[in-house]
């Protein structure tokens, strides 16, 4: 997918032709989050797009916007292979990338360039700490953020700070204790960025734990928080091999991600624009999120199994499910149910 994306991004006829067959728009999909205009809230959630290699296609294709990476200060080589394994009964995927990418340099470089020719998405970047054998202390990983971060100023529409990716050597130390969370954002703060900045938050964290993280980013440069990162918690999926290493995608994240999504946009109101991820294969589970506070939605499993033609999917749907419903926008319906 990936290839097939660099090579007919470059050609304007297949674009046009993408755009002419996927891209459906309705008024009522048009939102504002975080003071920037969203043409729709669905977009490509890290993960795939590592390198920004798919933002003409996903233009084209009708994202409202996408964010690439996780990319780090240094280029990484990532996990030892196999990276994935399908799951098609659980609409998942077990993923074990481990942060691969070519380095936030040349990354966001590119997402730069991609975001200045898009002709309607938005552009994120997702920034990591690396994960190679040149890891140390806490101060070190500080030191790793904050690199892409001074990289990524100003050069795309939003930034996303990834403190909870699960497949990594030196594990989630700043999502271990609120301490740790708060001296990361106070080195973060420090950076000047004109663009809002969102932070991915881990799925399989309690409740008491997950309002603490909450409540240290309240207190700094923090706009918006992506909810969830991968499922590490494999109840009930006694039939995946325990040699089958990394976290679940989709599926199995969809309940856990809505509940914390609802517990979050009651607590905290406007406080935090929501992305919501995790499990996105409809219009009614994205409708669900939307209506228990997030502000976007994002998706990359169901795009992976249903084809290109999902982001249409998605979009005719929920702009169904608006109007039966009376809203007459995104925003209306965002946190109804919380």
Known sequence: MIRFCQITGKMPPLMWLCRTMLNYTD??????????NFANPFGLSAGLDK??????????????????????SRPCAGNPRPWFHRLPEYDSMMVHVGLANDGSDVVIERAEDAWRRTQS?????????????????LNEG???????????????????????????????????SAENLDKLFAALD???RPQPTLVKMPLNKPWPQFKEF??????HNVQGVTIANLQKDRTGLDDIPKDWLGGLSGGPCTVASTE??????????????????????????????????????????????????????????????LRRDGFGSVAEAVGVDA
């Open 27 to 36: 008024p009522i999909l048009e939102t504002n989050v975080m003071g920037i």
């Open 190 to 192: 420090r950076i000047e």
């Open 214 to 219: 909450l409540d240290v980013l309240a207190a």
């Open 121 to 137: 998405m938005q552009l994120s970047v997702s920034i990591a700490r690396t994960n190679d054998d040149q890891v140390g202390d």
């Open 51 to 72: 390198n920004c290699d798919m933002a003409a296609v996903l233009d084209h294709a009708g994202f409202g916007f996408e964010t690439v990476g996780s990319t780090t």
């Open 260 to 321: 914390l999504i609802r517990r979050t946009y009651a607590e905290y109101g406007d406080r935090f624009a929501i992305a919501g991820v995790g499990g996105v294969f409809t219009p009614e589970q994205a409708y669900e999120k939307i209506r228990a506070g997030s502000s976007l939605i994002m998706f990359i499993s169901s795009l992976m199994y249903r084809g290109p033609q999902q982001i249409t999917v998605l979009k005719r749907g929920l702009a169904k499910l």
């Open 142 to 176: 500080i030191e790793d953020y904050c690199i892409s971060m001074e990289r990524a100023a100003g050069r795309t529409a939003m930034v996303e700070v990834n403190v909870s990716c699960p497949n990594t050597t030196v594990g989630e130390p700043f999502t271990e």
